[in-house]
T-cell receptor
Framework: AQTVTQSQPEMSVQDAETVTLSCTYD???????LFWYKQPPSRQMILVIR??????QNATENRFSVNFQKAAKSFSLKISDSQLGDTAMYFC???????????????FGPGTRLSVLP | NAGVTQTPKFQVLKTGQSMTLQCAQD?????MSWYRQDPGMGLRLIHY???????DQGEVPNGYNVSRSTTEDFPLRLLSAAPSQTSVYFC???????????FGNGTRLTVT
């Protein structure tokens, strides 16, 4: 079974600084995708970034970037120039094909609560 | 384009009562799923569907029932509510493998 570990339950960062959230996963699959989702206090789940496992190039979305190390099964999220609006719970997620090779199977980590301090 | 719509936003049930959480999407997504979110455990998959008429169990299916008669709707039924089902429930949809999940705004359910 796949597992996703986020070893930092809580983190804080000063406004305009950079912070890195860690994520490791365990799988024997070769074809999979990785995601980071953000959940602000509004409870809404918002996609931050997506990474295809077969691509070595790290995904970036504006101030958000990942460090994807496939051999180490590591997928950390870097937030540059942190803003107060980045305060949220961040979930790392792993996706592979579902049973019988159709659909999809998502596994989420337990989350890291990030506070951006003024 | 409303995306994924979940109702209700909040619900309080007594132990033993039944209810249905509604989920509808207007993006013509084949894949739909239900998750529950509990503190320190992330989101766990309850049931999912890869198309109308096809459903399957996820990681924590006990006490829940689903059906998918149309592409748009994927209701989740609690047959006999228990305090252990107190949680936040999310419905999500996507186009399929490799695509991100689009989430509804969640339902906070309390069972007393």
């Amino acid at each position: 079974a796949q597992t996703v570990t986020q070893s930092q339950p809580e983190m804080s960062v000063q406004d305009a600084e950079t912070v890195t959230l860690s994520c490791t996963y365990d799988t024997s699959e070769n074809n999979y995708y990785l995601f980071w989702y953000k959940q602000p206090p509004s409870r809404q789940m918002i996609l931050v970034i997506r990474q295809e496992a077969y691509k070595q190039q790290n995904a970036t979305e504006n101030r958000f970037s990942v460090n994807f190390q496939k051999a180490a099964k590591s997928f950390s999220l870097k937030i540059s120039d942190s803003q107060l609006g980045d305060t949220a719970m961040y979930f790392c997620a792993f996706m592979k094909l579902g049973p019988n090779n159709y659909g999809q199977n998502f596994v989420f980590g337990p989350g890291t609560r990030l506070s951006v301090l003024p | 384009n409303a995306g994924v719509t979940q109702t209700p936003k909040f619900q309080v049930l007594k132990t033993g009562q039944s209810m249905t959480l509604q989920c509808a999407q207007d993006m013509n997504h084949e894949y739909m799923s239900w998750y529950r979110q509990d503190p320190g455990m992330g989101l766990r998959l309850i049931h999912y569907s890869v198309g109308a008429g096809i459903t399957d169990q996820g990681e924590v299916p006990n006490g829940y029932n689903v059906s998918r008669s149309t592409t748009e709707d994927f209701p989740l039924r609690l047959l006999s509510a228990a305090p252990s089902q107190t949680s936040v429930y999310f419905c999500a949809s996507s186009t399929g493998f490799g695509s991100p999940l689009h989430f509804g705004n969640g339902t906070r359910l309390t069972v007393t």
